[in-house]
């Protein structure tokens, strides 16, 4: 039988490591031309997430735990190395002594999920397959900003005259920004917050959200690929932004799971 942690860590590994990729190729894009260095270094990342991918192609559900540990503590070198750089950047703009075309939001946002990776990585080999339910509420916290952050983006790289999805897209911003506040409200309600029913209930109408987002970004991504709307998104990150809406889901259901679970 297949070690859940040795599943799990190639899971998060397949995933993420493609959108720290797509991260620093996207970061790459955003430079002018007299910043070569910080293109070069994207381009580094790129191969080294590259490289991490040919590298678990070698790995299956039925690889040795000891072999699965010691790939997650050097993804984890590599995440923790491009959050560095991210927040390098971020640095070099918010004291402008850089200008690109690299929203200070976009870079905090994308070294944020960098920490999120890396901080997995840390809790597999410490043998914590899914968080415990007194981390739902943060979790959750953590992607409700990730989908309100795209849901800004979305907006601000749509041309202005694309006005009925502009508004669509400042809508689900408008919506997922009341979700975190929400979510903070009642992380601040802690214990009594963490009862099964409050905790159903809030995954549900997180799910409908999350679901509704998901389509939106869905018919966006087919309408760019079919060049049938005017924006600055790149189809890649267009297809990026849908698949981190379909991972939410993913951990939501994987939540709900857990607390059906512990009433049995």
């Not at 000891?66 to 927040?87: C, D, G, L, P, T």
């Not at 869905?218 to 990026?240: M, T, V």
């Amino acid at each position: 039988m297949a070690n859940p942690i040795v599943v799990r860590s190639l899971d998060e590994i397949k995933f993420w490591s493609r959108i720290m990729k797509e991260h620093a190729f996207f970061l790459s894009l955003g430079f002018s031309s007299d910043q070569q260095q910080l293109i070069n270094e994207a381009h580094q990342f790129i191969t080294i997430f590259d490289r991490i991918q040919e590298k678990l192609a070698k790995f299956n559900e039925n690889s040795d735990i000891h072999q699965v540990k010691a790939f997650n503590s050097e993804v984890y070198q590599a995440a923790a190395s491009i959050w560095h750089y991210k927040r390098k950047i971020l640095g070099l703009t918010l004291r402008c002594e850089i200008v690109s075309n690299n929203y200070p939001l976009l870079v905090d946002h994308i070294s944020r999920e960098a920490a999120y990776f890396s901080n997995r990585l840390k809790e597999l080999n410490e043998g914590k397959l899914v968080p415990k339910r007194e981390a739902i509420i943060e979790e959750n916290i953590f992607f409700l900003k990730i989908m309100a952050d795209h849901a800004k983006f979305i907006g601000h790289l749509l041309d202005p005259s694309e006005r009925k999805l502009v508004e669509q897209a400042r809508e689900f911003s408008d919506d997922f920004d009341k979700l975190v506040f929400q979510a903070i409200d009642l992380d601040f309600m802690r214990p009594q917050s963490e009862t099964k029913p409050i905790l159903s209930q809030f995954l549900n109408e997180n799910k409908v959200s999350v679901k509704s987002l998901r389509d939106f970004k869905k018919a966006a991504k087919e309408l760019i690929d079919a060049c049938r709307i005017k924006s600055n998104i790149h189809p890649l990150l267009a297809d990026h932004v849908f698949r981190e809406a379909e991972r939410f889901l993913e951990i939501i259901n994987l939540f709900e799971v857990s607390l059906s679970r512990e009433q049995k």
